[in-house]
């Protein structure tokens, strides 16, 4: 039988369909689509923003322009309020119609959502429910899907977005607001870091010169270190450092700006960075409009050093790191729920997936908790919810000899020596399956299983009836 191109949500039965839902993750940057039982979503649509409006046309479908901007910034700005739905309704009518092939009135939707403003929610029900007709709109918040996908209940989320990053604690399903710090670090913060320090320790070099022009050594600039071009370093390039800084360097308000932007290489914490760093040098061969081909160097110690704006933050500014609102947030919780929590610490987010990221947000946590003496004892239960945790001796020798033996009906009964061999290595190595699921998406697909297993919230029919 001939496999069809199309996706199996589209060639089910209508009887098979008849419970399925709509799942939207929504973001200033981008929107996550898919249909509900899905192990992946469909599709991830960016975002652009401020519409222009022609004076010759009053409808909105035609006085939309998407620009490479975010749909709103947070703290909101409302001299633009009035473009939202304008751009949210062009965009999702035009998922319905080339992504999802539905009508948007056939299909009720959940929409994942990340502590959305008030506002934002509001906009997001009246494009729902009276532009696109929808049945009904329920919304789930995204800490608690995201530990819905390692099985668990309870734990501490911190979601690292483009704009802020976001710690919530949850229990029982419920997400803990009154615990629940933020903080503008994010993906923004952290390229902006990568610019700077780029500009003074890092250069370029033409690819397809030869010759003595072909080591030539040149400056960086905003012409080279586009978006595209730094996103990719951020993906491919960047490391967290197994090493944390010294808290006498990285702590008091006086020095902590220095882990953004850098000058010189004489200050103390850039000398620690530069003798401390195990990294090697990286480079980056890119098309650039205007100057071709170039291979873009980036120092071993930079590559280490860019995230440490992430976990440190800004305190000079007020603006907390993710490691001291962690440790924050964890002596905020009841006294009956700190330890339980703090074994359980999922994080999301593109950074998330960075070589040792997660390894070294729990050791910065656990090293400011140790170094209180009315904490120490909470800093060694510190724990990650989706490490990959080894089976002990006796589970592995149950299931190795589970699988031994010649006739499928007798005590005796052997697969072949290498399937029992790997089946044997995967089970002592990953008996925590959490760590399949990409950490960008993995709120959606949480909210995947929990609507095909029957899990919802709230539906909201009526805009009126809710805000």
């Keep these: 039988m001939k496999k069809s191109f199309l996706h199996e949500a589209y060639i089910t039965s209508n009887a098979e369909k008849k419970h399925?839902?709509?799942?939207?993750?929504?973001?200033?940057?981008h929107i996550i689509v898919g249909f509900s039982g899905s192990p992946k979503p469909l599709e991830l649509i960016p975002l652009g923003c401020r519409s222009i409006h022609l004076p010759q046309f009053n409808e909105e479908e035609f006085s939309v322009s998407i620009k490479q901007e975010p749909l709103f910034e947070l703290p909101l700005v409302w001299?633009?309020?009035?473009?939202?739905?304008?751009?949210?309704?062009?965009?999702?009518?035009?998922?319905?119609?080339?992504?999802?092939?539905?009508?948007?009135?056939?299909?009720?939707?959940?929409?994942?959502?990340?502590?959305?403003?008030?506002?934002?929610?509001?906009?997001?029900?009246q494009v729902f429910l009276q532009r696109l007709m929808v049945p009904a709109i329920t919304f789930l918040p995204s800490s608690v899907m995201s530990l819905l996908t390692l099985g668990l209940m309870s734990?501490?989320?911190?979601?690292?977005?483009?704009?802020?990053?976001?710690?919530?604690?949850?229990?029982?399903?419920?997400?803990?607001?009154?615990?629940?710090?933020?903080?503008?670090?994010?993906?923004?913060?952290?390229?902006?870091?990568?610019?700077?320090?780029?500009?003074?320790?890092?250069?370029?070099?033409?690819?397809?010169?030869?010759?003595?022009?072909a080591n030539e050594r040149l400056k960086l600039d905003d012409s080279i270190l586009d978006k595209d071009l730094c996103e990719?370093?951020?993906?491919?390039?960047?490391?967290?450092?197994?090493?944390?800084?010294?808290?006498?360097?990285?702590?008091?308000?006086?020095?902590?700006?220095?882990l953004g932007m850098s000058h010189t290489v004489d200050d103390p914490l850039t000398q620690w960075f530069v003798q401390s760093s195990i990294s090697a040098d990286f480079e980056v061969m890119w098309a650039n409009e205007k100057h071709g081909i170039i291979l873009v160097n980036i120092p071993g110690w930079v590559r280490e050093r860019i995230l440490e704006v992430i976990f440190y933050g800004d305190t000079g500014n007020d603006i907390y790191g993710i490691a001291p609102l962690l440790s924050k947030c964890l002596k905020s919780l009841p006294v009956d729920l700190r330890r339980n929590l703090s074994k359980r610490i999922l994080i999301t987010g593109k950074l998330a997936d960075i070589p040792n990221f997660k390894n070294r947000v729990v050791g910065d946590l656990a090293s400011l908790l140790a170094a209180d003496e009315r904490w120490r004892n909470l800093a060694n239960d510190i724990g990650l919810a989706d490490a990959p945790v080894a089976l002990s001796s006796e589970e592995t020798n149950k299931n190795s000899t589970s699988l031994k033996g010649s006739d499928p009906h007798s005590d005796d009964f052997s697969l072949n020596p290498a399937l029992e061999e790997s089946s044997t290595k995967k089970i002592q190595?990953?008996?925590?399956?959490?760590?399949?699921?990409?950490?960008?998406?993995?709120?959606?697909?949480?909210?995947?299983?929990?609507?095909?297993?029957?899990?919802?919230?709230?539906e909201i029919s009526s805009v009126n009836s809710y805000f």
């Excluded at 009508?103 to 506002?119: A, G, H, Q, T, Y």
């Excluded at 370093?233 to 006086?254: E, G, M």
Aim: proline share 6%; net charge neutral; aromatic share 6%.
């Design 20 to 29: 399925e839902k709509v799942i939207f993750e929504i973001t200033p940057e």
């Design 79 to 125: 001299s633009y309020k009035h473009d939202i739905p304008g751009i949210l309704h062009s965009i999702l009518l035009s998922v319905y119609e080339k992504t999802l092939l539905l009508d948007s009135r056939s299909v009720k939707v959940i929409v994942v959502e990340s502590n959305l403003p008030r506002p934002i929610k509001s906009i997001l029900s």
């Design 155 to 213: 734990g501490i989320t911190i979601e690292i977005g483009t704009q802020e990053s976001t710690i919530t604690p949850v229990y029982d399903g419920r997400h803990l607001e009154t615990c629940t710090y933020s903080s503008s670090v994010g993906e923004n913060m952290v390229i902006r870091n990568l610019k700077s320090e780029l500009k003074i320790h890092g250069f370029y070099r033409f690819a397809e010169k030869k010759g003595s022009d």
């Design 232 to 258: 990719f370093i951020l993906i491919n390039a960047l490391v967290a450092s197994p090493l944390s800084p010294p808290h006498d360097l990285v702590l008091p308000k006086s020095t902590i700006h220095q």
């Design 429 to 458: 190595t990953y008996s925590n399956s959490g760590i399949l699921f990409p950490s960008a998406s993995r709120a959606w697909i949480g909210a995947s299983i929990a609507t095909a297993a029957g899990i919802g919230g709230t």
